[in-house]
Every structure is written in C-alpha cells, then in structure tokens.
C-alpha cells in the first residue's frame, strides 16, 4: 500500500510549478483573458517538452511517462495546471492521444501520436449538442461518402475547438451507434464560433459541419467503447485540475483568514470561520482522494475503476464549486470583486461541473454499478 | 389573523389605463440591461433618459407615497407600483431610504427642499450606512463627524453603496458624540459634490459596476443638514428602514420557482424533460416551500412592525433566509441548464438572455453586502438569542 | 394584514400552558412512557373541557371555537401540546369531528360530535397499510353485506387506535374509490396490536379487520375527498405540534448553551455554535410561518390553501428532525443519554416525518401545484 | 501509487475449512444482540460465553497479530480475521487499543503479563482517554496522577469507557508532570479492582448501556505499571491509535450502500419502488461516491502512518467523514422505510429486525463520542491550518 506519489512525480510536479510561475501563472492568464487570443502556442510547446501530452503516447510515437503509471503522472500536471487555471486544451489532447494510443490504427498513431506529444497538434473533442455524454445527444451525423465519410451538424461546447489543427468527432454513424472521426482543422465546410463563456479562463466553441469529408482511414474504431474511453480519461484529468484549482484556492483563503482584521481580530481567528474552513479542507481532501484513486484504478486497470471514475465525477467538481462560492463568501466584499482573482475559480468550478457528465450524471452511474453489484435478495 | 390586502374595485380601471398608456408613450429605450439584483446603469446617458422619464410620470401627477407628505388613495397607489414595476424600467433612480427618514424625523424645510426632487428624479440618492469593518452592525460604525461652529467635518470611509456615482445627495450615518454604541451616531444629507468626497466605483464579479466606495476626506456638511437630533441617528435609520420593509411584499415580475418549472421543461436530464426527474422535483418543491414560507415571514415582520414588536433578529433573520434560498434557487437554474449554463448574456446559446449566469454571480452581493450572512448570524445569536457577544480583539 | 394571534387566543394558550404543566408535564408524560397506559382519558376530559377537542364541531352538537378561526384556535393548543410531547389523539379526534362535521349525516354529527367534543370519545384513522396517503396503499377492502358494510384487511402506523372508542376507517369500496365507515371499537372482527415503536411518548397501532360490519349510516360520504381533507388538517395540526415541540426543544438547547462551561467558558460564547443555533432560530421561524399560514389558509378557504398544507407538509418536520438532531449534538453527551429529555424529542421527531404523507410527497404535491399554476410557455 | 492486497494462495483452503469449522462449533449462542457500533454485552452470562468462546479459540492455537509479540503469516492472519468477523460474534474483548502501546512501548514483563491474558479473553480492558472536558483533544486532559512512594494516585474521571463495566484493567492516560500540554501526560496499567475505582454505566438513548463513566477517588497505581516514560504517554497513545487505524480496511459485513440499494428496492415511494425514484437515486448515489472516499482516506492515512507522515487534521478529519455519512445514511435507510420505520427492535413490522433504528439512535455516539466534531473541526482548524486557537474563558 502507497496511496502517495513517488519521488520521480514530486519532481515532475516542482519543475511544472516553476515553468507555469516562470511563463503561464494565474496572473499572465488574466491578463490575456480579455483579448482574443488566450492560448499561448509557444508555452504549449515549452509545456509539452516537460511531458504535458506524452505521457499517454507509447515510446516508439516520441511519447513516454515518468513512471509505470502514465495517468498518475497526468494528475501531477493536471494539479499543477489547474493551480493557475491554465487554459490551454490539456484535457481534450491528452484524450485524444490516448484514443489514438488505445484505438487507433498504426498509420494514424504515426500521423498524429508524435506530433500531440511534441506539443504541434492540439486538438478538441467534438462530443454532442448539448454537451452531455448520452448517445442521443449526439449532433453530427456521419454518411458514407465514396471510400470516406461526410459530416453534417453540430457540436457544442467543445473546449479549445478554435486553436485545435486535428478535432476527435463523435458523430451518429449511418448504422446504429456512433463513429469517432479524426478530422483535420481547417477543412472545408468546418466552422467555429467561439462562445461568450461564464469561464473567462478558458474557450469553448460551437463547432458547424456542414459537409465536410475525410477518407474512410479517419475513423477511429470502436464506436461508443471511445468515447466512454474518452470520458473516463477526461472525467479523471478534469477533476485533478479541480483538485489543484480548489488547492490554490484554498490555501489562499485560509492566508487571508489569517491576515484580514475585522472588529479588531483577524478573522480566522472566529471559530465560525475556523469551523468553514476546517469543512473546506475535509472537502478537499475528498476531492484529492477521489481523483487520485480514479487515476490509479482506471490506470492500472482495476477491477473497479468504472465505479472510481463516476465516484470522482459524482464528488470533486460539485465540491470545488462549494469551495468556490464558500471563498468568495469568506473573503467578503473584496472577493466580490473583479479585480480579485476568486471569482475566475468560482467561474472555472461551475463551468467544470457541467462538462463531461455533470454530478447529476455520475451519481447515476456510480448507483447503477452498486445495483449490478447488489443480491437481487437486496443487500442485507 | 389575516394576510388580506383589499381587492382593487372595478372603478379603477380607468385610472390603470391611463396610466399604462402614459407609461408606454414615456418609457425610455435604454442601452442599458437592467438585472435581477440592486443594478445601476452604467453610462451617463441612460441616467438623464431615466430621469426624463421619472420626471415626465411625476409631472403628470403620478407620485408615490414614499415620497409624499401625505398618503394617496391606497388603490391608486398600488395600481401604479404595479404598473411601474410591469414596464421593466427603473421607476425609483437612486436609493430612496432618505425618505422615510425624512417624513418622520426631518424638518418641515428638509421635506420640502429634498423629497419633491427625489420624487421627480432630479435628485438622485444613494445610502452611507454600511462600512468596511462593521458591515450592517451599524452600531459600531467608525466614519466620524466632528462639530465645527455651523459645520460638521466628516472623516471616514462607506463601502456598498449602490448609485453614489450617479448621487447628488447622500444619507450619511456618522458618529458624532462621545459615546460608544449606537447612541453616537447621527444622521445626515450630505452634498455628494462637497470637496473631499471621493467615490470610487468598484467593478464586481459580475462585470458591472453596481457599488461603489466612498471616502470623506474632512468634508463639510452643515449642521442644518442633520436628520433629527445629535445621537438619533440609530433611530432615524430603524425607522427608515422599517418603513423599507413594510414595503415589502410581492413586488411584481415571474416567481422565481415557476422560471424553474420552466426550465426544467425545456432542458433535458438522462434523455428526458428534467421536470419529470425525481431529483429535479423534489428540489423544486423544497424551494418552492422555502419561497412561499419568506412570503410568510415577510408578512409576520409586517405585522410585527405594525405592533412595534420587531426584534433584532427579525431582519438578518430575513435576509438570510433571502439571500441563501436565492442562491441555491439560481445554482440550480444553471444546473438545469447542462453546458448550456456556460453561455452567457450576449452569446446566442444563452438561455434567457443570460439572466441566470448574471444572477449567480450577483447573487453573493446579497449575501455579503450590507452586512455578511456571518454578522447577520452573530447578531442573531447575541441580540435575538442574548448569547455572549465576540469579543473584540486588539488591533 | 395581521399574521400574530389576537389575544383570546394567547389567553387559550396561558390556560392551555399552566393545565399542561400542572396535570401533563413532559415530566409526567416520561413517567408514563415505560408502563402500558400512557393515555390518561382523566386528563383527556379536562382537555376536552378546555376545548381541545370543540372547536371543529358545531355550536349546535356542544362544540366552539374561541375565534372566528376555529383552525387558528386549535394550532395554539397543537403548539402547547407539542411542547410537552403530550401522547394524547389530538390529531385523530380533530380530524375526525372535522370530518363529521363537513361530511357526516345529522344522525351522524349527533351521535359522534357531542361525545367527540366532551373527550368522551376518542378516535383514530385507519389509513393505509403503509400509513402513506395513497389510495393503492390503503389495505383494508369494504364490500356490501345486507344494507351495511364488512371489512377485511389491516391498517397500520394508526396513532391513538388502541385507546380509541371510534375509529374512522378509509377502506377500497366495492366500485373504485375508497369509503370512509365509522366503526365503534370494540367491534366483533376488529383486533389490534400496539406497535414497539421509536416515539416512546405516542402509541401506535397495527388494526386488524376480520369480517367487522357495520350499518350502511356508518358511511362518510365523500370518498377520497374526505381523505384529502383529513390529510390537510391532519398535516397542520401535526406541524403546530411540531412547531412547538422545536420552540421547547430550542428554548432549552439555548439555556443549556448558556450554561454549560466547556474549556472555561460557555458553550454559547463559541462563535460556531452561535451560529448553528442562529440557523436553528431561522428554521424555527420558518417552521412557525408555514404553520401558522396553514392553518390560516385552510380554514378561511384561501385560493392557495393547498399550498400552503403542502408547505407545511414540505417543510416543518424534516426541520423539525434536523432540529432535534442538532439539539443533541449541541448538548453533547448529556443530550447521548436515555435520562435526558432531548433524545424524546428526536423520536418524535422522526416519526412525525413520515405521517400523513413524509416531506417528499408534500413537496411532490407542491411542485404538482406550481406546474398547474405555470404557463406552458414556461415560466418566464 | 498502489493500494495492492495480495491474495491468498489456494494452499490455505485448509486452513480455513479447519478454522471454519472449529469456529463453528465453538461459537456460543448469546441473549445478547450485538448491534451496529461499539457495543457491549448487558448481561454477566453473555460475557462469560464469550470468554470462554475467545479461550477456546486462542487454546487452539489461532492468535491475532495485535496480541502476539512476533507477527503471524499474513495469510493466515488475514483469513483468520475474515473468519472470525463473518462469524457474527465477538472476537476480540473490551477495547484493545493497550495492546499496540504495550508492544512498542511496555517492558517484556508487560508484554508477558498482559498480552496473552488479553489474547486469551482472560482480561477485559478499557480505555480511558476521554474526559468530559477535554474530548479527544487529549493535550488538555484533566486526570492527574501524583508520584507517593512506589505508587502513583490518580483522582480524575473519564467518559466515553466502553466494557469498563466488565473489565479487568484499563489503558489510563494522566498528567503526571508539572508542564501544561502533551509532555506532562504518563500511560498506565489500572487494575479496575482497584479501592477508589468507580464505573458507572451509562444508559444511552438507544435504551442500551455501552459507556461509563469511570471516577478515580485516590486510586493508587503502582510505578511500574506505567507504560514507556513520565510524559511519554502522548507518544504512547499516538503510537497505539496509529496501529488500530492501521487496522482499517472494509472490516467485513455488507456495504451499507449495498444495504440502501435493498432497502430502496423493497419499499415503495409514491407507488412505486424506491430506487426508481431519481431523488432516492441520487441520494444513494451520493452517499456511493463519500462512502467510497472514505475507503480512500483510509487509505490514504494508512499510507501517511507508514511513512510517518500524519498530521493533527487526519484522524479528526476521518472520523468526521465517517461520523457524518454514517448519520446521513441511516436517515436516509430510515426515510425510505416510510411509515414502517417507527417500528424498532421487538416488533414483527421492522426492518431487518431495527438495526437501522438503532443506527440512527447510536448514530449519534460516533459524532459525539472521543471528542465532539466541534471539537475535531477545532483541530482541524488550529493544528491542521495553524489559525488562532481558541481563548480559554476564566473558569
């Protein structure tokens, strides 16, 4: 047993903090986060140099991890970008890279593994129209077209879509069930909008098909297997910036409960507050349990890793949004405003809860695994 | 008991349609968006269209009873809070607490001089109650104003302050005797354009910017502008804000938990309507409890206010129970609406023109301004509760 | 606009207070508890005397109310009743003379009200077999035998039943629907069983029907109507019970905090505990409200009096439970111990949770009413 | 990153059968119900069944870890507890927390004294720790023990003592030293027959009896029977709770949730079964996704005990998850009973003959008992967070 990580992950997680505090901290982000560009290419691929897209990619595609453990080493990063509320698209390259890993033919890891791990491609995953993972949701069908395939609709919500050069999409296939495209961004007939978003940290877009085609040797097989492939890892990355985002919010907050005076004391010295922030930290080291042990388990393949997964997607998000809100409450009115920093963590947490299955969503997975695992006799 | 308001006669109906029509014809197109919550415009020009149209109203003969020596005809008074409310347009500019005040603790002149102004828009107020270290606990207020021959010079600093940049005057609690507690404070009108008042707007979570700071730098405010006596400040401010709250009570627009159904119809959850969710049903129907019982409560502080019983657990008690169901009632509506809840005002995904995400992010002011839930809490224990009071530390 | 009790009905309450004190006390009640007889009919026909049981029966059939608002009137002794966990059918016999007096024939009203009204009878309600307030729960089946009626089945949870002397029985009629027979006990066929039960102040009973006939006039008529009836004045008169059971309870956890030193100082000097029980303060009032109103709104007849019972029933016992449960944990182990009163509190708190309908159907109920009330359009 | 349990080899299905089948026919057959929580036996006969049923097993030659100097094969001891806790009686007698302390801190001739008596059922302990101000924050611990010659005398009293009624010895913690906090504290050996020790049983509102409170009037202790150094006994303690929490780990039975899910199918809401109902779901649900966190803060802790690493915050933040899921879930189990949950141990309508009635009424213990949550979110917050302790108020 040790529930911890290792020297080679500790490493990993200082020399990630020191290239984010030295390039791409909280504060670069907000000051690019009203201007149209808010991804920074050049960071992304100083970042993936330190390992932020290879870890999922085998060795012979220019990939590797620092241990036996490539998704406990995400977690790391993932703690660490989610520390700065980076906005970089993390989560949907790292998905994609392990689908390509996982499902992928030898031609298109070839074409795609070494350049995601290089930090060149980025990509964004096009799931539904409303964002759900439920199969009906889907909104991009894709009909046969000669050899290849030809895509009609839309998908919304689609983190990182507009700096994205390869997008992985969910479409409905013209039998039952749904196809995994890889589809080059710009294509003909492709289109983006980028939203007015709530997390002004990061950039969502409706993305249009509207005809566009790719050869037949775009599809990724596997069919609905991807993408529940693609939720866990996205479930499992997502709530590990959570729990780095809701760290670094935390911290914070309990520093200035120490320094903020009102009616003479500081106060974190009101035992209401000491109180709320004792709930927070219980919270949090829910979160951190939840989304390490995800990681393991759908990592090492553990018997119980789809129940590990829907536990972290039913707990960290909803509980970062708790500890959000609680921040802003315990800082006052200086957290109420928009100069200061915790209203863009209380925009990130809500925005983080409704993407890939809200908790809603996950806690009605997690309840349909412990009745497959329940004596029809019923329990007792 | 009973909770009766009178039905309004038949006879009135005229005087409604007229006044709708009025209304209509008056009603400015403002490039401003007003929101749920205490909002201000932004721009100079939206606040002379809306004093245009205040002024045009009360011309026309049309005027409140806040702002009037003598009541109206309740009927009509009712028919036009109503009306003014329906059109969707600010009808009162500024914060109007100075009026109670005035009615029962002014002099015949400051009556005169300030409440027809206010009614007809020409003057614009705002409120200098609450500061940065004591929130609502208006008792242990710290802004001081010292007497000197016919002036008092104020020194200190209001936080919250909703419109002061758009005021032209303030109603200002400061301390002026040498007592501690609430038996120093008075209460005056001061001109927001007298040298050394600094307002500084704050932009807020929400991206607007609906309060504002306010520093007094030796400002002077003559001594005819006190409201009542020296020390009878905390009075003067009871009274005015009970008046505040006997106006409460239903003030016109959508249910908030009839919005849910709504969207609760329209969005989706597991492939199906939400509203046919369980879990979405029995949390509707808990708010729903929660938002008729504040109803209930509102109607119990009328009461007590009419007998004089309030106690000092009576209003934080209110809007905690306020401001705490508003929040979870607007988390919700953007849970409701899926990764839908990310698009906001302005985006053509956005649900409602953007409402919901304007009212989550306002919706910490209500739980902080004025006076933090935590020090509504505390003067629930210790004033309604007779629990022992936090100490005080030694700064 | 005047939501308070006129002073009559504050004179009832002085009364009601000092007979209470005087003849059942909690301390009383407590004494009782342990041994078979905790109903005390002695008691019970002074109670009458004070009109605990008149004021929803006629002038003409011995009964009176001290207000215009007989149902206002009777929250007043619900509270005081409440307050010393009285285990006497003030419930039961109310809704029963309310049910006669609205539905019942002449013969009827005067057979039963004067008696009702004198505490010479008591009553109890055969609902369900479940004791929930669905018709496809009620368990015992009327059918036709002569010109009167025979039952068979069982209901259960029914307070009061062992020590009543007229039970008001909801039965499946022979068509669809149900019917509503009263039937004196004892009867030939009719037998129950006093339950072991959590709330140790209050009995309640399993009723067996074994072929019991009654006459044809024994019939209420009205069908389900007469139950929804019975269901709000029952859902009200329980929260006024529960209303002041909570103003006991918190009085004293109050008292206890101001008193009881813990690391030199009292309890109540801690912030977090101030406000915990600042919160218990909101939630009493917000209990006091919905009761209050209730009873206001159905007994004057106001267009939105199921609302208002169903807010009631939505909201007053889960806060009332929640109430107890923090009344324990503030009186830490003093509060663990059987000696202390507190834990009697929680038991009855429980168990009023799940009569008459639990908070999740009152809040199904009230969501039916909002989406009736709802345009289709949707709200906004 | 590992949580790895290696499985047991099929070469110890013998074993097992064997053990299987001796605990079979040794297993006596009490009055006494054991129910959920720390529970203690009523009646003097129960316990002697018992006794005699732990001797006869430790005589067949079955010895736990936690009573044996040299550890056993870890297979063996594994299925050996697998077995013992499936047999649904008592295995271990009184609190054998001393156990780990006498191990690491207590000379051989404790050792041998003490730990095969405790093994063998021979000697009931219980702990004294708690006291009625103090909780478990067991740095400001009450009880003293004066030095007097060869003896120590302890005057004090303790609380929360569970089978102190039919215990032999005690694991004593006082203040033997004249410095204020953890340093001044010493760990002891009490004979429970000792002139002055007075146990009184608590009847608690489950109706049952599993705590006393014990009083120690001049009580004399010989200076030997202290375990490790003076002032050593905050170490001693640590070290002994480190190795019980170390124990940890899905202790057997049926998964709680598992039993929601049951419950929910056998009983109706709104006329259907339960867990079709998505608030049921989500509820279950929720407690799923907390209740296996709580596995993983387990092990997580037990990860930090290895290498040393526990904090303050870690066990009062355990014992808070736990304390509170527990409490949420088996109101949850009695809600979905319906009306049938008013039933409770006894009566032919209960559920599974009341356990979750008993669960709800013992509930309360876990959050109460070994120091209050209030007590455990103050050490969260002072020595986990490092915020200002709270005064002491002048006693």
């Known amino acids: ?380 | 008991m009973d909770v009766i308001v009178p039905a309004i006669p038949g006879t009135y109906d005229g005087f409604r349609a007229t006044l709708r029509a009025f209304i209509a014809e008056h009603k400015p197109t403002l490039a401003w968006k007003q929101r749920t919550g205490l909002r201000v415009p932004d721009r100079a020009a939206d606040v002379e269209l809306l004093r245009t149209y205040v002024r045009a109203i009360h011309d026309a003969g049309y005027v409140l009873d806040r702002f009037s020596a003598e009541p109206g005809d309740p009927h009509e008074q009712r028919i036009l809070e109503q009306e003014l409310v329906a059109a969707g347009v600010p009808h009162v500019l500024g914060n109007p607490l100075v009026a109670g005040a005035l009615k029962h603790f002014g002099t015949d002149e400051q009556r005169s001089t300030y409440l027809p102004p206010m009614a007809r828009g020409d003057h614009i107020w705002t409120q200098l109650f609450s500061e940065p270290d004591a929130g609502s606990d208006l008792t242990s207020l710290q802004t001081r104003a010292g007497r000197d021959g016919d002036d008092f010079v104020v020194v200190g600093q209001k936080v919250w302050s909703t419109w002061a940049q758009w005021s032209d005057y303030g109603y200002l609690l400061a301390r002026t005797e040498p007592v501690e507690g609430p038996a120093g404070i008075s209460a005056f009108i001061l001109d927001m354009r007298s040298p050394g008042v600094d307002v500084r707007p704050l932009r807020e979570m929400t991206g607007t910017t609906d309060f504002n700071e306010v520093f007094f730098d030796e400002v002077r405010v003559p001594a005819v502008n006190m409201i009542g006596a020296p020390g009878e400040g905390w009075r003067v401010a009871g009274a005015s804000l009970a008046e505040e709250r006997s106006n409460v009570g239903g003030a016109g627009g959508v249910d908030p938990v009839q919005r849910l159904v709504g969207l609760a119809r329209r969005h989706n959850r597991g492939g199906r309507p939400a509203v046919e969710d369980g879990a979405v049903r029995q949390q509707i129907g808990g708010f729903a409890a929660r938002s008729r019982i504040q109803r209930h409560l509102g109607q119990r502080m009328a009461t007590k206010a009419m007998k004089g019983q309030i106690t000092a657990a009576d209003a934080p008690l209110a809007k905690i129970w306020f401001s705490e169901l508003n929040l979870e009632m607007v988390e919700a509506a953007l849970a409701l609406q899926g990764a839908r809840s990310m698009a906001v005002e302005g985006d053509e995904l956005t649900v409602e023109d953007g409402r919901w995400q304007d009212a989550f992010l306002y919706a910490r002011a209500w739980t902080i301004a004025g006076g933090s839930n935590e020090i509504m809490r505390n003067l629930i224990a210790e004033r309604g509760l007779g629990l022992p009071r936090e100490p005080r530390g030694q700064s």
């Open chain 1, 1 to 380: 047993m040790d529930f911890g990580f290792g020297e080679d992950q500790e490493l990993l997680r200082s020399t990630t903090r020191r290239f984010l505090t030295e390039h791409q901290s909280l504060a670069d982000v907000r000051r690019s986060m009203e201007e149209p560009d808010l991804f920074d290419p050049v960071v992304w691929r100083q970042g993936a140099d330190l390992g932020w897209t290879a870890m999922l990619v085998p060795a012979e595609h220019e990939g590797g991890s620092v241990t036996g453990q490539p998704l406990v080493d995400l977690v790391v990063l993932a703690e660490e970008l989610g520390r700065e509320l980076n906005p970089g698209p993390f989560v949907p390259c790292n998905v994609s890279a392990d689908a390509i890993a996982r499902f992928g033919t030898e031609v298109q890891a070839k074409e795609h593994l070494p350049r995601l791990a290089r930090g060149e491609t980025t990509s964004a995953w096009c799931l539904s129209g409303d964002g759900s993972p439920e199969p009906s949701a889907v909104e991009v069908r894709a009909s046969r077209s000669g050899d290849g395939w030809r895509l009609e609709g839309v998908a919304r919500y689609v983190h990182a879509a507009a700096d994205a050069t390869l997008l992985l999409v969910t479409a409905t296939g013209p039998e039952s069930g749904v196809v995994n495209l890889l589809v080059p961004r710009p294509s003909a007939g492709l289109t983006d909008r980028v939203l007015t978003g709530l997390d002004l940290t990061r950039r969502f877009a409706e993305v249009h098909f509207d005809g566009v085609t790719v050869p037949g040797a775009a599809e990724l097989a596997g069919g609905w297997a991807v993408v529940e492939r693609c939720l866990s890892v996205a479930t499992v990355l997502q709530a590990a910036e959570s729990v780095g985002a809701a760290d670094h919010l935390f911290t914070a907050t309990v520093e200035y409960a120490k320094k903020r005076v009102q009616f003479g004391r500081t106060i974190g010295s009101f035992q209401a507050i000491k109180h709320r922030l004792a709930n927070l930290l219980i919270e949090l080291e829910g979160m951190r349990a939840a989304a390490h042990y995800a990681a393991l388990a759908l990592g090492d393949g553990l018997p119980d890793a789809d129940e590990a997964v829907a536990t972290a997607g039913a707990y960290v998000d909803d509980a970062f949004a708790h500890l959000a809100g609680e921040a802003i409450q315990l800082h006052g009115g200086i957290g109420f405003t928009w100069e200061h920093d915790v209203h863009l963590f209380v925009r990130r947490a809500k925005v983080n809860q409704v993407l890939y299955g809200d908790g809603a969503w996950h806690r009605e997975r997690l309840i349909r695994l412990v009745e497959a695992a329940t004596a029809p006799s019923g329990g007792a």
